[in-house]
C-alpha cells in the first residue's frame, strides 16, 4: 500500500526563524510526484510546493524549499524566515502514476511572534 | 473568481433532511474530486470524476449521491445522514486525473449532523 507519514503532529517556531517539517512516503512506484499543501484556519488546501520524482534537483518557490531524497523516500519542507501567516497546517501529499493523491495526517505549524 | 469555489460554507443538517454541495472550478479542468477532511485523520478521497464521468468511488455510502452535469460543476447530495459524516468536504479539480496535474482546491463545507 502507498503511505505518507507526517510525524510531526504539531511544531513551532519564532518569527524570522528556520523550521523543516518532515514527510516520509513508500511506493514501488518510479514515477510520480509529490506535494506540499497549506491549510490555514480559512480551511482552504493552498498548493506550496511540488516535485517531480525523476527530478533530483530539489524544488523551491521563494522562502519555501523542499530535501527531496528519493532513494530513503523522504520529502522534507524547509521555510525560511517564517512569518505569521505561515501558521497553517501543512500536509504532505504524493501522487501516483494513476493520478490518485495520498495525504499525510498533517503538522500544525504555529509561528510565534 | 477564483479557482475553485464551494458552497454553503457552513451547513447544518438532521437526519433527515436532503441537502446538497456545490463546487465551481473556472480553470477549464476536466477532471474533479470530493474529499472528506476528518479530525486528525488524512483527506479520505470519495469520488473522481473525468470528462463528466464518474471513475471512481472509494466506497462511500450510498448516503452520498455525487453528480457532474458539466466539466465545470461539482454537486454532492446528502439525504438521511448519520453525526460520524460531520466533516469538512473538500471539493479539487485538475486538468486531467494523471500524475503529472496538480490538484486544487476549494475552501470546504463544513457540515455538521445533528
Known amino acids: 500500500a502507498q503511505t505518507v507519514t507526517q510525524s510531526q503532529p504539531e511544531m513551532s517556531v519564532q518569527e524570522a526563524e528556520t523550521v523543516t517539517l518532515s514527510c516520509t512516503y513508500d511506493?514501488?512506484?518510479?514515477?510520480?510526484?509529490l506535494f506540499w499543501y497549506k491549510q490555514p484556519p480559512s480551511r482552504q488546501m493552498i498548493l506550496v510546493i511540488r516535485?517531480?520524482?525523476?527530478?533530483?534537483q530539489n524544488a523551491t518557490e521563494n522562502r519555501f524549499s523542499v530535501n527531496f531524497q528519493k532513494a530513503a523516500k523522504s520529502f522534507s519542507l524547509k521555510i525560511s524566515d517564517s512569518q505569521l501567516g505561515d501558521t497553517a497546517m501543512y500536509f504532505c501529499?504524493?501522487?501516483?502514476?494513476?493520478?490518485?493523491?495520498?495525504f499525510g495526517q498533517g503538522t500544525e505549524l504555529s509561528v510565534k511572534p | 473568481e477564483t479557482g475553485v469555489t464551494q458552497t454553503p460554507r457552513h451547513l447544518v443538517m438532521g437526519m433527515t433532511n436532503k441537502k446538497s454541495l456545490k463546487c465551481e472550478q473556472h480553470?477549464?479542468?476536466?477532471?474533479m474530486y470530493w474529499y472528506k477532511q476528518s479530525a486528525k485523520k488524512p483527506l479520505e478521497l470519495m469520488f473522481v470524476?473525468?470528462?463528466?464521468?464518474?471513475?471512481e468511488n472509494n466506497s462511500v455510502p450510498s448516503r452520498f449521491s455525487p453528480e457532474c452535469p458539466n466539466s465545470s460543476h461539482l454537486f454532492l447530495h446528502l439525504h438521511t445522514l448519520q453525526p460520524e459524516d460531520s466533516a469538512l468536504y473538500l471539493c479539487?479539480?485538475?486538468?486531467?486525473?494523471?500524475?503529472?496535474?496538480?490538484?486544487?482546491f476549494g475552501p470546504g463545507t463544513r457540515l455538521t449532523v445533528l
Open positions: 501529499a504524493f501522487m501516483n502514476q494513476g493520478g490518485k493523491l495520498i
Open positions: 479539487a479539480s485538475s486538468q486531467r486525473r494523471i500524475v503529472t496535474d496538480t490538484q486544487y
Open positions: 470524476y473525468s470528462l463528466e464521468e464518474r471513475v
Open positions: 516535485q517531480e520524482a525523476y527530478k533530483q
Open positions: 511506493t514501488s512506484e518510479n514515477n510520480y510526484y
Open positions: 480553470l477549464g479542468h476536466n477532471a
